[in-house]
């Protein structure tokens, strides 16, 4: 068995290694890696080794993410995915005897649709986006809000988007997705108009930084007082911190990209475009919650009906 102290942040890296000759995506690797250093800091904490887990550790750790960490269901189930993917690497590798994860059953799936947010809700986080300063801060605020809760673009997609990917006309505009489920999406007149403001402001930025960079991303972080010192690429934890901020300055506690991505297909239905259109907008592969959407949407609509048959009665 390799010695304990082995297991740290080289080993990580090599998981990354090994995740990506697998085949899998960027957005994937991240994510993985990131729940097995949280594994790994949660040990240190307890002081044990990793070969000294036993499969009550992570069940342990579960509870820690629900209660301490305050975590859904849905994202515990994801981090324990990941931690078992990091436990079976190292077997693999023979940094440890064996992994004693794979008894431990994953979490269950939690397939209800998550508290939704409303068209009242979206325009007050465009607003408090809006009002924030630099100026160029806020108008990337307002595009991130409006790109997530109109066009449904999923957060590693924004993260990853750069200039080129954006088609701009005078009323309308589209963005190129790439990756594994590449597309086009057209982008709502908002959006669109919010996104085009952003890209005249960014033009502007003279730091060295952003304009030597050789990532070009679309959007760009901000640190220091009064976001004074720009840095050329967002990460996930970035955009995450944004909209904390922004949901609680609008009483929106934990705003997450999850909640704006399911509002963006009651946009979208309410815009009138078919399942088959929003699967191809929001790169899905099969119809799961949109279905649970057109119901919710269609109960709502009916009753509004019959409020309104009743109001005039």
Request: with cysteine.
């Amino acid at each position: 068995m390799i010695a304990d102290r082995q297991v740290d942040l080289q080993t990580v890296d090599r998981f990354a290694e090994s995740l990506r000759s697998r085949g899998k995506q960027p957005a994937t690797v991240e994510s993985y890696c990131r729940d097995a250093q949280r594994f790994l800091d949660y040990l240190g904490r307890y002081k044990v080794e990793p070969s000294q887990v036993e499969p009550e550790t992570l069940l342990a750790f579960q509870e820690f993410l629900r209660s301490d960490c305050e975590e859904r269901d849905n994202s515990v189930r994801r981090t324990v995915i990941g931690v078992r993917q990091f436990y079976r690497f190292l077997s693999d590798s023979q940094a440890i005897r064996a992994t004693p994860f794979d008894m431990v059953p994953i979490p269950v799936r939690d397939d209800r649709l998550p508290k939704g947010l409303s068209p009242d809700d979206v325009e007050s986080l465009l607003r408090s986006a809006l009002s924030g300063r630099p100026e160029i801060k806020a108008a990337r605020d307002a595009a991130l809000v409006s790109l997530l809760a109109h066009e449904g673009i999923k957060a590693n997609e924004l993260i990853g988007l750069r200039w080129t990917d954006y088609l701009r006309e005078k009323d309308r505009g589209s963005l190129r997705i790439n990756g594994s489920r590449s597309r086009a999406v057209p982008l709502s007149a908002e959006s669109n108009e919010l996104l085009a403001a952003y890209q005249d402001l960014f033009a502007q930025v003279k730091h060295p930084v952003i304009v030597g960079s050789t990532e070009k991303r679309m959007f760009i972080a901000f640190k220091g007082r009064d976001a004074a010192s720009p840095l050329p690429v967002m990460t996930r934890h970035g955009l995450k911190f944004i909209l904390y901020e922004l949901g609680d300055k609008t009483g929106l506690r934990k705003l997450n990209t999850e909640q704006l991505r399911h509002f963006a297909v009651s946009y979208l239905i309410a815009n009138g475009r078919t399942p088959d259109e929003i699967m191809q907008f929001l790169g899905l592969r099969r119809i799961g919650n949109i279905a649970k959407h057109i119901v919710k949407d269609k109960g709502t609509a009916k009753t509004r009906i019959i409020e309104g048959a009743t109001r005039q009665a």
